[in-house]
């Protein structure tokens, strides 16, 4: 009787059991969509040349096949989150009962007993609710898994998905968040400190809690040593290695963040948020790295230097001598933070002060200064400013650019928290300090405001090498190649040449005869109403009778305007269609002194026209794009190519642009020693700084100036300003892109004339140029003699132009 009892209290039992499984079985999802992962995963955006530049992501996740996890960090992650893994099939009925007892004794769910397998349920399938009907789903999905997929790819899936902390997903990118290192290169002691993340990643996080880390680092290392995974001795030894954690870093917003964020909103604008935020796609660019750096230090440097001029702003604080030990002790915890390949993190002895290295940036604080020269401390080091380093900081006054300082002490004072570069880390300062004395050779720095921009393309196919949108883009992500909209000042004065050259209805020539004389004419004023406007040269002087050539190269104001009210605005407004200009032209005389608005952008497409000899070339950015499985979805070779001016005229320019650098405002240029043209610009009031130059194979544009528009200061030119900055960038560019001379298309002819009369120089001239003309406009009649009386000084007709 007791038997058919229990018998059937047996079958009740199992079929109470076998009904909560159907129960808990309804509507589960299937596990057959786990052969086919595919997760976020991050996009990639390369230059040229392979270096990873920039990353998009939701989930910092890089997807690793099993056969590059490593096997100490498999066991490292098997031994601490489930030791038995290979030996169950997806339920751990041990590892469940514990929790079942700690559940009970602490009235609430608060340990889960799960195995890995289980984990990947609960990732992939489930939600992280806390309940009992989960958690039954979860047995259930965890059996059906270990039926489907083998240990690896169960592994595979876990290792590949788990958070791991401070955005990384996965043990690729915890590998690179916290070692900067790939997976197969982490050490046992680093696996060991990553396999203790997952149960909590905020509260085991080395960045934040080293000691909670290290502690469950233990943890992980014992387990594996328990488990048989490794010896106690290698255990003990991984746990006695030190950690060096890397510097975990934005690269879109480090390496060349204007580029990387123009690709961006390309991408985004093209394929949608998503799929460039989770379907990791593969981006290549055109930028060229060595020339992206060379660009980026080059309007570092340039704006600098400009910004310099102006005078020194002053010091970063002043501080009273009980405050400055503090400050000193705060220098040296920075340097030791940014020195070195490791990371600082609060728990771990700080690495040893490194020591000052040439061209190091850091603050110091002024501990007595004299007319010749300063003490500064940089923390523990000493170093010195002599006056000849910080001529420079005088009073600043826009107004009065390029003064120098006569004693350091009117600039400097005890206490001044400044900005320093190091010069010389060591040097004998015996003639300052006294005899034996050495110390560290100091410049003067402060927070530059002007800000400058540069982009650079390639002529054959449009590729854009470099792009530059400020200085600094943390402190403002604007764009000041695309976004940045200001007056092109004289570097809009070829569009006017060019389309004189090209007027049906006129017969202009490099050799013309323009009057250099006052022009009066009207102008939209910053309310809309029309002004009266007489412009001037830049000397305030004016030249009379001269070349149109000698109009453009010396970029004479009057000379410019005079061509223009002869051809007309309105015929220069329809000619500017084929030079590609997207922003508003106001139809107006001032626009042939680029009174207009445009991008830098904008520039340099409208003078490849120039460049290309005729063809309007477009800039692009992105190469190629691959999804995840490498499939093309986009591809470019070149940018779009438009005919916009006939060859023999756009080699006229080229000539003129020439000589602007041969014997214009753009000499300094020479120094390249390649044959190069190009034009310079300065904007009313010296707000704006331009010059726009090419070789026969990249043309590059440079803009400086203050973001919020304002004065750079008399006698900042754009010859001062930004022709420095893309003569330092064209030194990098040259080596990669070797010496050749521009092509003469057809329909070119040469002539040697007098430069100041146009006509043909006679053979004792000291005058004598070659020039490009169209064909059949060259001169034929010869300059006057010397001391000869020439007739056309008896008429006025050329005077009217």
């Keep these: 009787m007791v038997l058919v009892a229990a018998g059937v209290l047996a079958l009740v039992a199992a079929g109470a059991a076998w009904g909560v499984l159907l129960w808990a079985s309804r509507d589960l999802p299937t596990v057959d969509g786990l052969r086919h992962y595919r997760p976020p995963v991050v996009t990639s955006v390369l230059s040229a040349d392979g270096r990873l530049v920039g990353e998009f992501f939701e989930e910092q996740r890089y997807v690793v096949p099993y056969e590059r996890i490593p096997r100490h960090v ?212 055109a930028m060229e790295w060595p020339l992206q750096e060379a660009a980026r230090e080059a309007v570092a440097a340039g704006t600098a230097l400009v910004d310099r001029r102006l005078g020194y702003r002053g010091p970063v604080a002043r501080l009273p001598p009980e405050e400055v030990p503090a400050e000193l002790s705060r220098i040296d915890a920075e340097r030791r933070a940014s020195g070195g390949s490791c990371a600082v993190v609060p728990g771990i002895e700080p690495p040893p002060l490194p020591p000052l290295t040439e061209g190091e940036r850091l603050r110091g604080v002024v501990d007595e200064a004299r007319d010749g020269w300063a003490t500064v401390r940089l923390g523990s080091h000493m170093g010195v400013l002599l006056l000849s380093d910080v001529r420079w900081a005088v009073e600043r006054d826009p107004e009065r650019p390029r003064r120098r300082l006569e004693k350091v002490g009117k600039a400097l004072a005890s206490g001044d928290v400044v900005r320093v570069r190091v010069l010389a880390p060591d040097e004998d300062m015996a003639g300052t300090l006294g005899p034996g004395r050495r110390a560290a050779r100091l410049a003067l720095e402060h927070e530059v405001e002007v800000d400058g921009a540069l982009l650079s393309m390639r002529l054959s196919d449009g590729a854009v090498l470099a792009m530059v949108g400020g200085r600094d883009f943390e402190a403002d992500e604007f764009n000041l190649v695309t976004q940045a909209r200001r007056q092109a000042g004289s570097t809009f004065k070829p569009f006017v040449y060019a389309a004189a050259l090209d007027d049906p209805r006129r017969a202009y020539t490099p050799s013309t005869i323009v009057l250099d004389a006052p022009v009066v004419g009207f102008k939209e004023g910053d309310g809309g109403e029309r002004e009266v406007w007489k412009p001037g040269n830049a000397d305030g002087d004016f030249l009379g009778d001269t070349t149109f050539r000698r109009g453009l190269i010396l970029s004479r104001n009057n000379v410019t305007l005079r ?24 139809a107006e005389l001032g626009m042939g002194l680029g009174s207009n608005e445009v991008t830098l952008w904008e520039m340099v497409r409208a003078y490849s026209v120039f460049a290309t000899l005729g063809d309007r070339r477009s800039p692009w950015l992105v190469a190629r794009v691959r999804d995840r499985d490498g499939k093309v979805l986009e591809e470019t070779r070149e940018g779009e190519l438009a005919a916009a001016m006939d060859p023999a005229t756009a080699f006229v320019m080229v000539n003129l642009l020439t000589d602007v650098v041969r014997s214009g405002t753009a000499t300094r240029a020479l120094a390249l020693e390649v044959p190069l043209a190009g034009k310079t610009g300065t904007t009313n009031g010296f707000k704006d700084a331009w010059f726009m130059g090419f070789t026969p194979e990249v043309l590059s544009g440079v803009w400086v100036g203050f973001r919020q528009p304002r004065s750079l200061g008399p006698g900042q030119y754009g010859a001062d300003c930004a022709l420095p900055i893309w003569i330092d960038y064209m030194r990098a560019v040259l080596p990669r892109y070797p010496k050749t001379d521009f092509r003469v298309p057809s329909g070119v002819e040469w002539a040697t004339v007098d430069a100041a009369t146009g006509r043909l120089a006679r053979d004792d001239s000291d005058r004598r140029v070659r020039v490009a003309f169209r064909e059949g406009t060259a001169p034929t009649d010869l300059a006057p003699a010397k001391g000869e009386v020439d007739p056309a000084d008896f008429f006025s007709a050329d005077k009217e132009l």
């Excluded at 340990?111 to 399938?125: E, P």
């Excluded at 899936?157 to 900067?180: D, K, M, S, T, W």
């Design 563 to 586: 061509i223009l009210q002869d051809i007309g605005v309105p015929w220069l407004r329809e000619y500017l269609g084929r030079f590609g200009f997207e922003s508003e032209l106001r």
């Design 74 to 285: 498999i066991d490292a992650f098997v031994a601490a989150e489930d030791a038995g893994f290979f030996q169950h099939r997806g339920v751990d009925p041990m590892g469940m009962a514990r929790a079942a007892l700690r559940n009970a004794r602490e009235g609430r769910l608060a340990q889960g007993g799960s195995t890995i397998t289980q984990q990947v349920t609960r990732s992939f399938l489930l939600t992280r609710e806390k309940s009992f009907e989960r958690k039954l789903k979860e047995v259930i999905l965890a059996t059906r898994i270990e039926e489907t997929l083998d240990k690896e790819q169960i592994l595979h899936l876990y290792l590949n998905q788990i958070f791991l902390g401070h955005g990384a997903y996965g043990v690729e990118a915890a590998a690179r968040l916290y070692f900067g290192k790939h997976v197969e290169d982490l050490t046992l002691a680093e696996a060991a400190l990553v396999a203790g993340l997952p149960q909590a990643p905020s509260r085991y996080t080395p960045i934040h809690h080293y000691d909670a880390a290290r502690a469950r680092q233990r943890y992980v290392l014992d387990q594996m040593a328990d488990n048989g995974f490794v010896s106690r001795p290698e255990a003990e030894a991984a746990f006695a290695e030190p950690l060096c954690f890397a510097r975990k870093r934005d690269l879109a917003r480090t390496e060349a963040p204007h580029y990387v964020e123009e690709v961006r909103r390309a991408l985004v604008a093209r394929y949608g948020h998503d799929a460039v935020y989770r379907e990791g796609l593969e981006v290549e660019t």
